[in-house]
């Protein structure tokens, strides 16, 4: 991470934070979870070869969530991303790159994909590179 933050590009890329906003009878069942990111991830298929990130179920005990760091091509939420069925469902948040708690979320989150390890207090249960 310490080399992708010294050759980061942050005019011709942009970090951002993405978070499910789920309804309150959405993310409780784990396998039902893990589906709704897959989709998520199936939708913004086309979208890979402008982007890179990960994207994750985090959390425990039918409370869920499904959230992640995305890097693309831009400084705008691409036309790509909100082009997906859940779209209006999204928290999406540009990160600041000069910021250090906006390097220590995305660092987080690319780094901490294994089962166990914690994102923010949150279990990481189920986490996909996306690129």
């Known amino acids: 991470m310490e080399k992708f933050w010294k050759e980061f590009d942050s005019e011709g890329y942009s970090l951002w934070h993405i978070e499910y906003n789920n309804e309150p009878d959405e993310c409780i069942s784990l396998f039902r979870t893990v589906v709704m990111k897959g989709n998520i991830l ?27 760091c995305m890097l693309w091509r831009g400084q705008e939420i691409p ?20 910021e250090k708690p906006d390097q220590e ?14 994102v923010y207090d949150r279990q990481a249960i189920d986490t996909r590179y996306f690129f």
């Open 42 to 68: 199936f939708q913004l298929q086309y979208f890979k070869k402008y982007s890179f990130g990960v994207l994750g179920v985090y959390g425990s005990d039918g409370d869920y969530k499904i959230t992640g």
């Open 79 to 98: 036309d790509e991303v909100k082009e997906i069925a859940c779209y209006n469902k999204l928290k999406i948040r540009k990160l600041n790159v000069s």
């Open 105 to 118: 979320l995305v660092n987080n989150y690319w780094t901490k994909i294994d089962e166990k390890e914690k």
